[in-house]
């Protein structure tokens, strides 16, 4: 296993390359130097500015600068819009609220859409599952745009009418270092982050139902559950002890994979509750062309993605002895 | 069993599958109205951006509150005045030039005021003036209740001079046409925006974008996919190598990172003007303007990333066909490779091209959503991202016009391509989970 692993390393290294490369050549597409600098400017001021940014040097040169920076893991070079602060700390603090988002949805997402999932596959071709189905399909055709809308609308304007207090906040963010855990966990996080998590989980339900029900019905068709049923095993054993256990490699997978996009953050819903993460922090940094962010953004993403496409093709074998890794 | 049969079969299961063949429909009717707009004018950009009444009234003629209506009404008549205003300032410049001043340029001023397809009456500037006096003598009545929402006891007054008000204000503009009666219906059936631009019209044009953007990123990916994983699939080696590396390479950039970068690579005129360099300006007279004003940013930065699906999925389904018994028959035969792949390879993969052009038509849809947002997608004209973006502050309003009509319209699409990309799964590719 572990001379895969190696090879995946090795083979994996020019596609990390080329992400870089891509990123650089399509950043400097556009020269960043005058939008930086204010209206009035000096042909001097350009250049000097130019040179302060290593913007003056060949480009094979810049790409050997950040790829030697990459390696040593040396995030410590200036963001060009915010000076005084590395890139290093700018992902620091924007990680955690990506993270308040992501990892709650990811989770509640992943449990409900496989409950019911399975209630969906113990009904199947009944009524229920038939409306479980068709309103996946219906959830699935509204835009997630109208879902944030009419999630704040009823958030905001609804819900205090009713009962005359506003649980959620429509935009803002209290981090965790502020006031420690406990309030945190007890307040901040209630307030600024369970609107958003909860909109992300009903727009991913429908996705992710469809496919664990998909998954579960294929399972349901092989021998082995005949057998369990032949030898009279109840339904409830059936369905949680012999099908969700086989169920569980896509499932994994289908989580695993998901692990990289939890660090991008929900760009959508960071930006309409103005929740500082990583999404918002790089169309902010995309806009202002601030390059350093974004190649290091892209960098780290690329190496977590590749990382834990590794870990699933890994995963798998560890769970499934008749995978083999070759 | 023959390739021939094979398809006769799909086909038949096809039309026997009726939600397929209703979304087959809704699919058509999109896609008409889509070309009517393209080809056939129906609505032109200038139609989206034109105002048709006051802003935010609500679609079917819904009953209103006193005072929007009255806000509404004084709208359509402040529209006169602002033209009758130029009288006074005409007057004071010609007197004293020791000319006498007409009413000529004002009357003329206020035949050229249109909205929508409504004009002024065809009376001269002094009746202007004097019905508009009657009309705001109305509304100051109408000013002395102190809350016009909650009217109590006093409705029935309140009733008689609004609708009193309404008929002195519809008697400024000219009588219109059963026709031309019909279209203003239409044009306000959704109601108005904030700018007062239609929606309805917004909406529709919204469909050209939509369909556009499908099938152009649709086929543009389904293509290159098809032809990379193809060439993966049957050649091999280094070919394989190659391929492989740039799908890994384009699947490990976030896909929100790779559709800001190339936002802001379109933004800037750079490429426009390397374009126009490199075909001596050629460029910019082919596609009519500069790229920010087109969708070929956006189908740009789909295709970019939309290709990488398909490519897998047929690269894959290559490798396994390129072991089957057929083509190492065809091998045996001492056909050329170019012949194999086509006659050979290619319709065994085409129903992979099929559904995966129906999903990345519905995931260019929502996703064009998004990018609207970002700022390149749609800039002139309307899309329905923009209008349910332009949507968030209405909606605190308890304004659902705008976004109801964009959603519906999308969400009637989308389902149908849902529905039809399952059934084309099913039926051509039942073993996929």
């Known amino acids: ?326 | 069993m023959s390739g021939a049969s094979d398809e006769s079969r799909s086909l038949r299961k096809f039309l026997r599958h009726k939600p397929a063949m209703i979304s087959f429909v809704v699919i058509l009717a999109y896609v008409a109205v889509a070309a009517a707009v393209i080809l056939g004018d129906l609505v032109s950009v200038e139609d989206c951006e034109r105002r048709y009444g006051p802003k935010s009234t609500p679609g079917f003629g819904v009953s209103q509150l006193f005072e929007k209506r009255l806000q509404d009404l004084s709208w359509y008549a402040e529209q006169i005045e602002q033209k009758l205003a130029l009288r006074q300032k005409l007057k004071r410049r010609l007197q004293s030039r020791g000319v006498e001043p007409t009413n000529e340029k004002i009357e003329q001023e206020l035949r050229g005021l249109r909205i929508g397809n409504l004009r002024p009456a065809d009376i001269s500037a002094e009746d202007f003036q004097i019905r508009l006096d009657s009309l705001w003598n109305t509304v100051a009545e109408l000013d002395e209740f102190d809350d016009l929402n909650n009217p109590g006891s006093d409705t029935t007054t309140i009733e008689r001079l609004t609708s009193a008000a309404e008929g002195q204000m519809r008697s400024l503009y000219a009588e219109q046409t059963p026709a031309e009666a019909r279209h203003r219906n239409l044009h306000l059936l959704f109601g108005t925006d904030v700018a007062g631009r239609s929606v309805f019209l917004r909406s529709i044009y919204s469909i050209r974008v939509a369909i556009l953007v499908g099938v152009v990123t649709g086929f543009i990916s389904v293509a290159i996919g098809s032809l990379l994983g193809l060439a993966a699939g049957y050649f091999g080696g280094w070919v394989d190598g190659v391929v492989t590396w740039l799908y890994s390479t384009f699947a490990s950039i976030p896909n929100i990172v790779m559709l800001m970068v190339l936002a802001y690579m379109f933004r800037g005129g750079e490429i426009d003007a390397w374009l126009n360099d490199l075909t001596g300006d050629r460029f910019g007279w082919l596609i009519g303007g500069t790229l920010d004003e087109t969708l070929i940013p956006v189908f740009v930065a789909f295709s970019a990333t939309f290709w990488i699906g398909p490519c897998r999925v047929i690269r894959g389904e290559t490798l396994k066909l390129r072991e089957s018994e057929y083509v190492q028959a065809s091998q045996v035969m001492g056909y050329s490779r170019v012949r194999i792949l086509l006659r050979h390879i290619l319709p065994n993969i085409s129903h992979l091209m099929l559904i995966n052009f129906s999903l990345l038509f519905i995931g260019a849809i929502k996703s064009e959503v998004i990018l609207s947002f970002l700022g390149i997608g749609v800039q002139s004209g309307a899309s329905w991202g923009l209008m349910i973006d332009a949507a968030r502050d209405e909606v605190l309003n308890d304004f659902f016009w705008q976004i109801g009509a964009a959603t519906a319209l999308m969400f009637g699409l989308v389902l149908a391509f849902n529905i039809l990309s399952d059934a084309l799964q099913d039926i051509l590719d039942p073993k996929h989970v």
């Open chain 1, 1 to 326: 296993m572990w001379a895969y692993v190696l090879r995946r390393f090795f083979y994996n290294i020019p596609v990390f390359m080329g992400i870089v490369l891509l990123v650089m050549l399509a950043l400097r597409v556009r020269d960043p130097v005058n939008g930086l600098l204010g209206k009035v400017k000096t042909e001097q001021e350009i250049a000097a500015k130019r040179m302060e940014l290593g913007l003056d040097k060949p480009f094979v040169q810049q790409y050997g600068i950040f790829l030697k920076k990459l390696c040593t893991l040396d995030f410590d070079e200036e963001s060009w819009v915010n000076r005084g602060q590395t890139v290093g700390e700018v992902m620091q603090r924007c990680v955690g609220p990506s993270l308040a988002l992501t990892v709650p949805s990811l989770v509640l997402t992943t449990l409900i859409s496989v409950a019911i999932a399975l209630m969906s596959a113990w009904y199947r071709g009944r009524w229920l599952d038939k409306a479980l189905v068709i309103s996946a399909v219906l959830g699935m055709s509204v835009s997630f745009l109208v879902y944030i809308v009419f999630g704040q609308y009823y958030a905001a304007a609804w819900l205090p009418d009713q009962i005359g207090m506003s649980p959620f906040a429509v935009s803002g963010y209290e981090p965790l270092e502020k006031d420690g855990i406990g309030t945190y966990v007890l307040k901040h996080w209630p307030y600024y982050c369970l609107l958003p998590v909860l909109i992300s989980v009903i727009v991913a339900m429908g996705y992710d139902t469809r496919f664990y029900r998909a998954v579960m019905v294929e399972e349901s068709g092989r021998d082995y559950i005949t057998t369990a049923r032949a030898k009279g095993a109840s339904q409830p054993k059936v369905m949680f002890v012999h099908m969700l256990k086989n169920a569980m490699i896509p499932i994994i997978t289908r989580v695993v994979i998901t692990i990289p996009f939890l660090i991008t953050g929900s760009f959508l819903l960071e930006v309409y509750f103005a929740i500082p993460g990583m999404g918002k922090q790089l169309l902010t940094a995309v806009v202002e062309a601030d390059f350093p962010i974004v190649q290091a953004f892209t960098a780290v993403f690329a190496a977590i993605y590749i990382a834990s496409n590794l870990l699933t093709d890994v995963l798998y074998a560890v769970v499934d002895p008749r995978v083999r890794l070759s």
